[in-house]
């Protein structure tokens, strides 16, 4: 019998680590039922392309991989599906209810309502989501937090899920909000969610056994003006945990890993006039990222005072296909930049080149990679897979398949005029009032018009004065994009 020698053994052990815990190197974007991009981190360079069979998500929506990195499942907060984009064993109807029946054609609505995390232990996957139903006021509420557990098979096979929609915390909870990150031995995790509109905080222990325990605690100040259009997370490093809405602004608080406690809440706000905005911390836990829709700000978290620490990276350039590429939630990725998505259905990103710089040279290269599909603002929410493991969160040797465009031009010569306006505008096409229909976008992105238009022009009178975003259609397509500008 010939025995490998013991440095030989560590040596293989740690290449085979290596090779693993790639559970998020596949990407899934898309809007509706036409398929959608696959971001593809395995390949050199990451490779970006369009399948055809994607299932749909409007903005809710979660996959995972396999430990060596090929797509195991993923979630649009209606079904799960398998990697070959067919729904899985059982996998059907999870949150069912009637935001169910008339949403799931395009995936539940609302971002950061699932969170996949792996159990090698026993060969399984727990998926955590959080159900949809209709109120008066909120309009919508999240009255539970459930767990689906899919039992893996063999690679290449499917999975089957073995467990569906068993109620976890049964509260109001708030939108989106799902976090998580490993505990201090790294045999399990911590997810963190909140009771809507409040600072009460549920922390939830969850090992390859399923939940073992369910903490409590109410520190530092709620949400007060709302729970839309933000995004919550933990540091790469498990040290801090982070909420952030543009309404109602940053919450820091520090996290103790081993008895599930946070401490030292340092709230501080920030100014904007829209609702939408997302946060990411860069690889080495010391940069936090705000969007507010129209800007990206960086933060020092290792400052004695971090909201002083305030530095503007970037600002939207103005670009639009079809809508605003703006700022809204944010994704740091295994090759250690971070990806950015719009709140609506555009088909960019965004990208931070060098989170872990300081001021500029983080280097915001807006609409930097081009997408096959639009997408709703959908971007997968992980946690950080490789905290405790041999090898760091990411790699910042992976290259992105070049897929940087230029803007695109209209096929035809139209025009609005004039521009800027103050109660009336026309729309002009090879140098000839013309006829179709016309939508109309404030900055917020909100729809303030939606008419048929002819060969007079179009009031705004009823307008304030600002930057709105015009779409021209013709045989149900959108053929025009251009800001108008009301004085």
């Not at 608080?253 to 911390?281: K, P, Q």
């Not at 969007?291 to 400052?303: A, E, G, N, P, V």
Request: with cysteine; hydrophobic share 35%; charged share 15%.
């Amino acid at each position: 019998m010939h025995r490998i020698p013991l440095f030989i053994f560590l040596l293989l052990f740690q290449i085979q680590a290596l090779s693993q815990a790639k559970y998020d190197y596949i990407w899934l974007l898309g809007l509706g039922n036409s398929g959608g991009t696959t971001m593809d981190f395995n390949s050199t360079p990451t490779d970006v392309f369009f399948e055809e069979d994607q299932a749909g998500s409007l903005s809710n929506n979660a996959n995972i991989c396999r430990a060596n990195g090929n797509l195991l499942a993923y979630s649009n907060g209606c079904h799960i599906f398998d990697a070959s984009h067919q729904i899985m064993l059982n996998g059907d109807t999870i949150n069912p209810g009637e935001i169910w029946e008339q949403s799931c054609d395009f995936g539940m609505a609302w971002p950061g309502n699932l969170l996949f995390l792996p159990f090698e232990e026993n060969n399984k996957t727990f998926l955590f989501h959080k159900s949809q139903e209709f109120s008066s006021s909120p309009l919508f509420i999240t009255p539970k937090l459930n767990l689906t557990i899919i039992q893996n098979a063999g690679n290449g096979v499917p999975g089957e899920v073995i467990s569906k929609n068993q109620a976890i915390i049964n509260d109001t909870l708030s939108f989106g909000g799902l976090s998580a990150v490993k505990n201090q031995d790294g045999t399990g995790w911590w997810i963190i969610t909140a009771r809507f509109s409040d600072n009460h905080y549920y922390k939830i222990h969850v090992t390859h056994n399923g939940v073992d325990t369910i903490l409590e605690q109410t520190i530092g100040q709620p949400f007060v003006l709302g729970e839309s259009g933000g995004q919550d997370l933990f540091t790469p490093n498990g040290s801090q945990y982070i909420r952030y809405t543009p309404n109602d602004g940053i919450f820091l608080f520090d996290f103790d890993r081993e008895f599930g406690v946070l401490s030292n809440a340092i709230h501080f706000e920030i100014e904007t006039d829209f609702i939408f905005g997302g946060a990411a911390v860069s690889s080495n836990s010391q940069y936090l990222y705000i969007s507010t829709t129209d800007k990206i700000y960086q933060y020092d978290l290792l400052s004695q005072d971090v909201e002083s620490s305030k530095i503007l990276v970037a600002e939207w350039d103005g670009f639009v296909s079809p809508f605003p590429v703006n700022f809204y939630l944010m994704q740091l990725a295994p090759d250690c930049r971070i990806y950015i998505t719009s709140n609506n259905g555009v088909d960019y990103l965004s990208t931070i080149n060098y989170p872990n710089r300081s001021g500029i040279a983080c280097e915001v290269q807006q609409h930097s990679i081009a997408l096959e599909t639009n997408h709703g603002a959908s971007i997968p929410n992980f946690p950080n897979y490789r905290l405790g493991t041999p090898y760091p969160f990411c790699d910042s040797s992976l290259v992105v398949t070049s897929t940087y465009l230029p803007a695109r031009q209209p096929e035809n010569d139209y025009e609005l005029f004039p521009n800027p306006t103050t109660h009336e505008f026309s729309i002009v096409k090879n140098k000839k009032v013309t006829a179709g229909r016309v939508a109309v976008y404030n900055g917020q992105g909100a729809k303030v018009m939606n008419q048929v238009f002819g060969n007079s022009p179009i009031d705004i009178s009823q307008l304030s004065s600002g930057i709105y975003l015009v779409q021209v259609w013709e045989k149900g397509k959108i053929v025009f994009v251009e800001r108008l500008v009301v004085m």
